[in-house]
């Protein structure tokens, strides 16, 4: 069995696959529209919080925290 750390780091390969990528925040707005565009603002702001996703290819499912894609994994 390897280390924990080699565990967490992900397995390159050449073949493309198609994955579901989903980012989920709890939003307060007056309307759909204005919650849309605060997640949109979140996202796209520097010191932006929309580091975490959820990846799926197939039945496989992997939570990554893209601000700590180095030293730990969250999967």
Known sequence: M???????RPVESDIEKEYRITWTIDVSA???EEAARKARDI???EDGIADIF????G?????ID??????RCVD
């Open 43 to 45: 996202q796209l702001r």
């Open 54 to 57: 959820t990846v799926e290819h």
């Open 59 to 63: 039945s496989d499912r992997h939570e």
């Open 30 to 32: 007056t309307s759909p």
């Open 66 to 71: 893209l601000s700590a894609i180095e030293g």
């Open 2 to 8: 390897g280390s924990p750390e080699a565990e967490c």
